[in-house]
């Protein structure tokens, strides 16, 4: 019920609500990504008509496996070498007994995200240690299991694969009603209904996007912004007949568009005039200490035309006194481009208040429910500090930006392409033109001149910046 029809320059029809149907959202983490990216699925199920009971797969008093009629959707990442995260210990032993029968989960529908490095030798080992038990176990999976990359970026999974549960669920659920129907009607009709084939929802997730590869990381440099747009034809098609970042072709530019409910603002800032230090860096990690260490060579292992950029970089760490082993990880804090932060300031109209130290809140009265202020954006810093240590300004922005850039739009063809982006019918285009182009914020701002968004809706939408954890070896 989350998108609702929109003619261009329409407004949302209403729609009717159904009751929200249940499903049960476990997430194992190690660092905290599984638990972020299940708590976007919890946020996003309640414009689906879901509610997502979600849980620690820790929590073991909370649900049971045994019993559980719903659908059935597990993220979980991999950590040491091959491992599933420390908090997923418990229940992995606990599949893992040998004297459970191969039907012990044939009740049990499951759709599984796996999160990992390539980087590592056993990737994604954790979910797919998970999956594979739970297979042996009887239980069918009701989407394909996707398997994220950090490495490249995990949101180039992450979201395709959310996109595409909502309609699984749907189904998983329609199939457990017609089967609960039919087991309260007809109990002998039951037994040839469980073996009936499900109607999966085929996405050949996991094998296609193992394939991507990360765009060379030198086409991201800010100087090179403008010029990757052109670049990837984007902004200056070849005709009008060709589709762009900017321009669309039919049916997409003559169709009515379903585009996705305004995510309701959250957050308000206030700039103050006080002066003062920015918060140390240790303050933005949440375990560990953290230390500033020179970098004292750079050196490029892989030829100019690699698909991926792979550097050596060597840290005098000889003033820092702390003990390490192999296994251990380190983690690595980099800031945002300074150009880039100066651009985006330029673009927000707010070069002059860079060094001002801002207030952030939640605005009084907001209509999102269960609103937070954003832990990653700290109680006193200065807007440069939040735009270069705390944001990731280089994130591909996700669909509910989008529709939020909408409203800060004022040309009328950039509004409505816009639209068109987010929308299910510009759903491919969104596909091409922004997330296997890495479109960043930058290029959107560049791209369509005539959107100037507020500093509070950057921080709504922007997701936080985080440090690359790299392991210890020999
Ligand atoms: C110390 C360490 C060990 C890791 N080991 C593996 C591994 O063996 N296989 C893998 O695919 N990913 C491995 N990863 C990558 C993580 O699974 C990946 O970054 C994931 O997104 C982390 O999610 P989390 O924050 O929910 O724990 C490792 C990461 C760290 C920091």
């Known amino acids: 019920a989350g998108a609702a029809p929109l003619r261009p320059g329409g407004h949302p029809a209403v729609m009717c609500c159904e009751s929200k149907r249940r499903f049960l959202l476990l997430y194992a983490t190690q660092k905290g990504q599984a638990k972020a990216i299940a708590e ?38 991999t950590t040491g070498t091959g491992e599933p995260p420390d908090t997923a210990r418990k229940f992995v032993k606990k599949i893992q007994d ?10 049990l529908q499951y759709g599984l995200l796996g999160l990992g490095d390539s980087e590592y030798m056993f990737f994604c080992n954790g979910g797919r240690t998970v999956d594979r038990r739970l297979q042996e176990l009887g239980a069918q999976h009701f989407y394909d299991t996707g398997l994220a990359d950090d490495c490249v970026g995990l949101e180039l999974v992450v979201d395709p694969w959310i996109d595409g ?11 457990q009603k017609e089967k609960e129907g039919m087991n309260n009607a007809v109990s002998a009709v039951s037994s040839s209904l469980s073996t009936a084939p499900h109607a999966v929802h085929e996405l050949k997730l996991s094998s296609e996007v193992q394939n991507l590869k990360l765009e060379d990381e030198e086409a991201r440099g800010s100087d090179t912004l403008s010029q990757k747009l052109d670049d990837i034809n984007h902004v200056a098609p070849a005709g009008d007949a060709e589709p762009s970042l900017v321009h669309s072709v039919p049916p997409v530019s003559q169709s009515a568009l379903n585009i996705p409910a305004l995510p309701p603002e959250y957050i308000e800032v206030e700039f103050q005039d006080t002066q003062g230090e920015n918060p140390h860096l240790s303050s933005l990690i949440s375990e560990g200490r953290t230390f ?36 251990d ?39 999102k429910k269960g609103a937070v202020r954003p832990q990653h954006i700290p109680e006193r810093s200065t807007l440069k500090f939040i735009l270069t240590w705390c944001l990731e300004i280089r994130a591909i922005p996700k669909k509910a930006f989008l529709r939020a850039l909408v409203e800060c739009t004022s040309d009328a063809g950039e ?8 929308s299910r019918q510009g759903a491919s285009d969104y596909t091409h033109f922004i997330r296997d182009s890495n479109v960043c914020l930058l290029d959107l701002l560049h791209a369509f ?26």
């Not at 997502?52 to 597990?74: F, G, Q, R, W």
């Open 98 to 107: 040998k004297t459970l029968p191969p039907d012990h989960f044939a009740h």
């Open 165 to 175: 549960l909502w309609l699984a669920l749907k189904e998983a659920l329609q199939l």
């Open 415 to 422: 509004k409505r392409r816009l639209q068109e982006l987010c």
């Open 329 to 367: 990880a380190f983690c690595v804090m980099c800031p945002n481009n300074v150009s880039e932060v100066e651009k985006l300031l330029h673009i927000l109209g707010l070069s002059e208040k860079g060094d001002n130290f801002v207030c952030v809140k939640v605005k009084q009265g907001t209509k």
């Open 40 to 77: 976007e699925i919890w946020q996003q199920a309640g414009a689906h008509g879901l509610e997502a009971d979600m849980h620690c797969i820790s929590e073991m008093d909370k649900y049971n496996l045994e019993t559980e009629k719903d659908p059935v959707v597990i993220v979980i990442s």
């Open 292 to 327: 500033e260490v020179p970098v004292t060579k750079a050196v490029q292992l892989t030829r100019e035309d690699a698909v991926k950029t792979a550097l050596l970089l060597e840290l005098d760490i000889a003033d820092t006194a702390f003990e390490y082993q192999p296994g």
């Open 449 to 474: 001149p005539s959107c100037k968004p507020s500093l509070s809706l950057l921080i709504e939408h922007l997701p936080k910046l985080q440090a690359r954890s790299y392991s210890v070896s020999r």
